[in-house]
Each structure stands twice: as structure tokens, then as C-alpha cells.
């Protein structure tokens, strides 16, 4: 039986794929300046100030690996963008259209259904970051195979899922419940559909991108550091062990970088897809 493309799922799943593919080329590169930051030790690292570590990074990078090693770890986005953002979109999209026949109000099923979506593309999302982290934060060139043949050796396909969820669910909750209401604030305002998105997926980008910061500069290292003690015990004892070693300025030290990846591309990607999905845009 064929796909009915006038679905509104299939139409969420695939402009969810490609806004998250058009989002993923420009952004990756500060993606990586993400991962290095947050998978840096007391040992290695040379400030704690997040704006200086952006810096620094950048500057290292670039002496060390050139243009390249903004791009290490591109390989596996390829693989896993497309279809993960697809699960994504289109899953908060469904749990949203089947949560509004309900008698809650739109701050409860908005962040709710950003709840659902996560937990529907983690157990694809999980071993995604794994490869990809480790691409990104490796001192020698690495393979999307050979990442990958390691991870089933080792029995981590799904290292830090739980990591995961602790980092991912308060971003989408926070994302998707800032975005909607900023939309419906803002609409009073700008007449313009796609500007109204653009805004909005920025001021839910950097709220969602900070709370989540601290979570994720623990889930970075859980899932890149392999064979470390301190992370042995899991996510709650590696946290205490960061914060007791090296302060709690270390789960803050990635937060400038991480908002310079998410806060652009959430509004690139909430924007993409909005346009794609269906609603069309006014001409102005």
C-alpha cells in the first residue's frame, strides 16, 4: 500500500528530516566546539571562563586540525539527522494534535508533547551522540565504522541513556513551552510567519540550551571518556566527583558554546520546519 504524502504525519516526519539535515550543515561546527569544551578536564583545561574556552577551542582547532575538524564527527549526523529529527517533529506534532482534544491547557500539552518526542527518538539519538562525541573530540582521525564496531564490542551502544534523558527531556519541555507561548505573545506584534518563528525559536533556543548545560557537560564526558574512574558510578557520582574536583564551574564551562549551537539552529530548524511542514507563509 503507498504513503499517503498528504499525511500529517508523514508531512511533519519529512520536513522534521530535512529541517533538522539544513540545520545540522551549518551548525556542526559549533557543535564540536560544544563536545571538546565539555569533555575537558581539570588537567587540560585552560580557563573557566565559558567565553574563553569558546576561544581557545576555536583557536586549537584550528591550528591543530584546520577547517576539517570542525566537521569531525559529520559522518554520523548524516546517518542519524535526518530520520531522528524526523521522530521528532513529527511525534510532538501528533502528541500535540491528540493532547488538544483533552480539557488541558496549551502550557501543559505543548511541554508535555516536547516530552513525548524526546523519549520517542532517544533510543536513536543515544548511540548518535555516542559516535558522534567521539569523532568530534578525538586527537586522531577516526571512521563512522570503526566508532561503531567499538561501541557493539563494547557493549555501549546505549552509554548515558539515562544520561539522556536528564539532559534532553528539560530541553524539550522548556523548548517547546517557551516557543509556543512566544509565538502566541509575539504574534500581536510581527506580522511576518517566518520572522515571528525565527524570534521565537531563538529566545526558547538560549532558555533551553542553558538549563540543560550543567546535564550535559556530565553526559558529554560519561559518554566520551571511556575507561575513566570518576565516571564508572554513573551520572549522579559523576556529577559530585566534577563539581568536587574541579568545581562548579566546570559543568558552566561549555554553556557560551552550547548556546552558540542551539539557540541558532533551534530557530533555523523550528523555522525550516514550519515552513515545510505545510502552514505556508504570508506574503509580505
Known amino acids: 500500500m503507498p504513503l499517503d504524502v498528504d499525511t500529517p504525519f508523514l508531512r511533519h516526519t519529512l520536513a522534521g528530516a530535512l529541517a533538522g539535515a539544513f540545520n545540522d550543515l551549518i551548525m556542526h561546527p559549533a557543535d564540536t566546539l560544544r563536545a571538546k ?23 586549537s582547532t584550528l591550528q591543530t586540525q584546520g577547517v576539517r575538524g570542525f566537521y569531525r564527527g559529520y559522518s554520523s549526523v548524516l546517518l542519524f539527522s535526518m530520520p531522528g529529527n524526523g521522530i521528532y517533529f513529527s511525534t510532538y506534532e501528533l502528541s500535540k494534535a491528540t493532547l488538544q482534544s483533552s480539557a488541558w491547557p496549551s502550557h501543559v500539552i505543548e511541554p508535555l508533547s516536547g516530552l513525548n518526542a524526546q523519549f520517542a527518538v532517544s533510543f536513536l539519538w543515544t548511540p548518535y551522540d555516542i559516535v558522534k562525541q567521539r569523532m568530534q573530540t578525538s586527537t586522531t582521525a577516526s571512521t563512522l565504522r570503526n566508532e561503531f564496531q567499538l561501541l557493539l564490542r563494547s557493549g555501549e551502544l546505549f552509554r548515558g541513556l539515562t544520561a539522556s534523558w536528564i539532559v534532553w527531556a528539560p530541553f524539550s519541555i522548556v523548548y517547546f513551552g517557551i516557543f509556543e507561548s512566544s509565538r502566541r505573545t509575539l504574534s500581536t506584534h510581527l506580522q511576518s510567519d517566518w520572522k515571528l518563528d525565527l524570534i521565537s525559536g531563538t529566545i526558547a533556543g538560549v532558555a533551553s540550551a542553558i538549563v540543560s548545560q550543567p546535564a550535559d557537560a556530565v553526559k558529554t ?64
Not at 39 to 51: F, G, H, W
Request: with cysteine; hydrophobic share 45%; aromatic share 10%.
Open 37 to 59: 569544551i565539555n569533555a575537558t578536564t581539570a588537567t587540560t583545561a585552560t580557563t573557566t571562563s565559558p567565553y574563553s574556552a569558546l576561544i581557545n577551542t576555536f583557536r
Open 221 to 284: 564526558r560519561l559518554q566520551v571518556l571511556q575507561g575513566d574512574d570518576f565516571m564508572a558510578n554513573g551520572f549522579w557520582r559523576g556529577a559530585r566527583d566534577i563539581v568536587r574536583k574541579e568545581g562548579s564551574s566546570a559543568l558552566w564551562r561549555g554553556v557560551v558554546a552550547r548556546v552558540c549551537w542551539l539557540a541558532p539552529g533551534c530557530a533555523l530548524t523550528i523555522t525550516a520546519f514550519e515552513a515545510m511542514k505545510g502552514i505556508g507563509y504570508e506574503e509580505e
